[in-house]
């Protein structure tokens, strides 16, 4: 099993451009979730699922879309990037996402915004 | 909104000593997970705490939960250079099966051999 992994792994965007960040996993896990990690504020949640066709937004959704499409992959989208948006983006899924579940980590993108 | 504070944010320590990293809430939590990043890498689970008072042991980190569920703490004996990384905790946010997971800041722990 591969885990949890994460396309592309660095990027380099000027502001107003736009990408998709491409996270999947083959643990058949329901939960997934999308993350962003700066310096000093460990990691604060963007947006989850909880099943294919499901998003919700979470601590910091402004700036990003997503989209559930396939239960495997959670797709991360920057319609118009900004230099605030230059951080370490990590996904993670979970089994049932109940409180007791351990999340999986993908590798992150290190995502640069000039 | 929920929060949990991690503190120390930084440690530097000597090969062979003790270190502690502590978390706290200012609500009751259900429970706490602990992840460990090395750097450059990206979080991994280490465990969970669910019990009022519990304590969990692997090998030489020692984990506890508060009576009051509303603190955690790691502790490290004797650190090694392998342990060196960020040490996060983790507490379930919100009520019912959502997930959610609200992160500390974490603790940097440098250890020099």
């Known amino acids: 099993n591969a885990g949890v992994t994460q396309t592309p792994k660095f990027r380099v965007l000027k502001t107003g451009q736009s990408m998709t960040l491409l996270c999947a996993q083959d643990m058949n896990h329901e939960y997934m979730y999308w993350y962003r990690q700066d310096p000093g504020m460990g990691l604060r949640l963007i947006h989850y699922?909880?099943?294919?066709?499901?998003?919700a937004k979470g601590e910091v959704p402004d700036g990003y879309n997503v989209s559930r499409l396939k239960k495997q992959n959670f797709l991360l989208g920057l319609e118009s990037a900004a230099p605030s948006q230059t951080s370490v983006y990590f996904c993670?899924?979970?089994?049932?996402?109940?409180?007791?579940?351990?999340?999986?980590f993908g590798p992150g993108t290190r995502l640069t915004v000039l | 909104g929920q929060q949990v504070m991690q503190i120390p944010q930084y440690q530097h320590v000597q090969e062979g000593e003790d270190f502690t990293t502590y978390c706290n809430s200012s609500?009751?939590?259900?429970?706490i997970q602990w992840y460990k990043q090395r750097p450059g890498g990206h979080p991994v689970f280490l465990i969970q705490?669910?019990?009022?008072?519990e304590v969990k042991k692997q090998k030489r980190l020692t984990f506890q939960f508060g009576e009051a569920k509303k603190n955690s703490s790691l502790h490290i004996t004797a650190t090694q250079t392998t342990d060196v990384g960020t040490y996060f905790c983790?507490?379930?946010?919100?009520?019912?099966?959502?997930?959610?997971?609200?992160f500390g800041q974490g603790t940097t722990l440098q250890v020099k051999p």
């Open positions: 609500t009751t939590l259900s429970n």
């Open positions: 993670a899924s979970s089994y049932k996402g109940l409180v007791t579940d351990t999340q999986y």
């Open positions: 699922s909880v099943g294919e066709g499901t998003t």
């Open positions: 705490l669910v019990k009022s008072g």
């Open positions: 983790a507490a379930v946010h919100g009520s019912g099966n959502t997930g959610k997971l609200i």
